[in-house]
C-alpha cells in the first residue's frame, strides 16, 4: 500500500469510526465516512488493528444508547402539550412526563437476563385458522429444553 493510499483509508477510517461512535449503525458509518459498505468490511476482514477499532467504536456508541435509555427510563421525557386558541393557532399549554415502559424491559432483559429474558432454547408456534364456513381452528405448539435434541 502506498503512502497516499494509506491515508486516504485513515481518512475515511476515522470519519466511519467516529460515526459508529456516535451511533452504532453500519449503514450511517459508511454514509458519514464516504465509503461503501464493503470496502469497509472488507477493510475489517484484512486489518485487524481496524477491525478491533471497530468493535471498540460499537461497544462505545451501545453505551451511550443505554445511558441515553437509562436516563429516559429514569427521568422520563418531557413532551409538550398543545391546544389550538380561538383563531385555531396551536398553543403549547403545558408539559408532561411520560416514563416509557419499553424503556424499563428493555434494561432489565439486558441487566437482568436471567429473570427476564424469555429462553431461547424454547420453542412456541401458534396458527389460527378460519374455514369458509367460519369455524376458527387454532393449533399450537410449545417444545420445551428438554425435548429439544
Known amino acids: 500500500m502506498n503512502e ?10 476515522q470519519k466511519f469510526l467516529a460515526a459508529l461512535r456516535d451511533l452504532p449503525n453500519v449503514a450511517y458509518a459508511c454514509r458519514k465516512g ?7 468490511y472488507l477493510h475489517k476482514n484484512e486489518d485487524s488493528k481496524f477491525a478491533l477499532q471497530w468493535e471498540d467504536a460499537v461497544a462505545e456508541g451501545v453505551d451511550t444508547i443505554e445511558e441515553v435509555v437509562m436516563e429516559h427510563a429514569k427521568k422520563g421525557i ?4 398543545w ?16 416514563y416509557p415502559i ?6 432489565l432483559k439486558a441487566h437482568k437476563p436471567k429473570l427476564y429474558r424469555e429462553p ?6 401458534s ?3 378460519t374455514a369458509p364456513d367460519g369455524t376458527v381452528t387454532e393449533f399450537a405448539v410449545h417444545v420445551s429444553k428438554e425435548e429439544l435434541p
Open 4 to 13: 497516499r493510499t494509506a491515508i486516504s483509508n485513515r481518512n475515511w477510517q
Open 34 to 40: 464516504r465509503v461503501s459498505r464493503v470496502t469497509a
Open 83 to 98: 391546544m389550538k386558541d380561538e383563531q385555531g393557532i396551536p398553543k403549547k399549554i403545558d408539559t408532561i412526563r411520560e
Open 78 to 81: 418531557a413532551r409538550p402539550v
Open 127 to 129: 396458527t389460527v385458522t
Open 120 to 125: 431461547k432454547s424454547e420453542l412456541n408456534l
Open 102 to 107: 419499553g424503556h424499563y424491559a428493555m434494561l
